[in-house]
């Protein structure tokens, strides 16, 4: 249902672009950027739900087409939209992470959950070092 979402706000995108020429390039912004910005964070949410996406899904709820595609993925990789590796035999995508499009009360319990997590294991390590349990060697080692 997200993905169908999606695909509704970029045909939505292109349909406001028809319709309000005059005013979109009053904001001297061209139609191609903004349909690029439109569609990386449209892979940004895809990749936030699933560990891999098939091409034909990103051509579909992208509205790409299938030349488009993969130089698409690799500039979202290259930008630090995603992270992940085009496997082109399989004709899939594999995401090992992305950037939230949205950051909200999760995101913010995430991290504050990993900062008190890293401040306790500091306070530990001070009381060790304090206690002399590490020996650092001098010059290197």
Known sequence: KQWYQRRVAITAGIEFYNNNLDFVEKLAVTH????????????ASMAQDCS???????????????????????????????KGKINEPEGKISISSTINRTFK?????????????????????????RKGHFSVPIGGG
Do not use: C, D, H, Y
């Not at 191609?32 to 892979?43: A, D, Q, S, V, Y």
């Not at 995101?107 to 306070?123: A, G, H, P, R």
């Open 105 to 129: 009360e999760p995101q913010w319990s995430f991290i504050m959950n990993k900062l008190e997590m890293w401040q306790k294991n500091l306070v530990i390590i001070q009381e060790s070092m």
């Open 32 to 43: 191609e950027e903004n349909l690029r910005k439109m569609r990386l964070l449209t892979l």
């Open 52 to 82: 891999e996406i098939e091409f034909s899904q990103l051509v579909e709820k992208l509205n790409l087409a299938t030349e488009e595609l993969e130089p698409f993925v690799i500039e979202a990789i290259g930008s630090g939209l995603i």
